[in-house]
């Protein structure tokens, strides 16, 4: 999204800066700050496709246990070094996000593994352009949008779950030939199983 808004006229999902996907977690804590929330933080690691570096992130974020269960980022902050990544970082990327090379790959990273969960594709609906991208856990499931045509998409969501903690979109615009986080859904509580339903509709 950054590297979109910092290079509007071009059509690739990503420049030099890389798609990070998560590989582990660790160190979680969760503090009650009042009845109905809490403060989560736990350290994040991640990789991109290109480079086979672990990167590691400080995660804090704010669940609403009143508001269906909402989970929202609060701020962040990288552990691992960045500067080196200056001399490559796109324009409109913010450079503690970035992991960067000189070799630029405009392909979408359909087939990459988060937290050692494969991708599964699936077309939504009738539209021939956008597949739905899931990676299933056994502790819950992470789903993207990819927009495989040359017009911009919106995508209107409706998530209900059970026993889960969820992102909250209600609706999303994709451009072409980029990928869009819709939501991540993990569970609540380890005692009891959990299920989801979304429901995923196109408006243009």
């Known amino acids: 999204m950054q590297f979109r808004r910092g290079n509007s006229r071009s059509v690739a999902s990503f420049g030099a800066c890389q798609k990070l996907v998560g590989t582990w977690y660790e160190h979680i804590s ?109 502790d819950g499931i992470i789903m993207e949008i990819v927009n495989l045509c040359r017009e911009e998409a919106t995508v209107r969501i409706k998530l209900e779950g059970r026993n889960m903690i969820s992102t909250e979109q209600r609706q999303v615009q994709v451009h072409p030939f980029a990928m869009h986080l819709l939501f991540v859904s993990i569970k609540q509580d380890e005692r009891f199983k959990w299920d989801y339903r979304v429901y995923l509709k196109p408006i243009s």
């Open 30 to 138: 969760e503090v009650r700050t009042q009845a109905s929330s809490a403060i989560l933080t736990m350290y994040v690691h991640a990789r991109t496709a290109l480079l086979e570096v672990d990167e590691i992130f400080f995660v804090i974020l704010e669940i609403i246990y009143e508001d269906k269960n909402v989970v929202r980022l609060l701020s962040f902050d990288r552990i691992t070094a960045y500067a080196p990544y200056a001399a490559c970082v796109d324009e409109g990327v913010q450079l503690k996000l970035c992991v960067c090379s000189k070799r630029k790959s405009d392909m979408l990273p359909l087939g990459s593994v988060s937290f050692n969960a494969p991708s599964e594709l699936d077309a939504l609906g009738d539209s021939r352009c956008l597949e739905k991208v899931s990676r299933s856990h056994p």
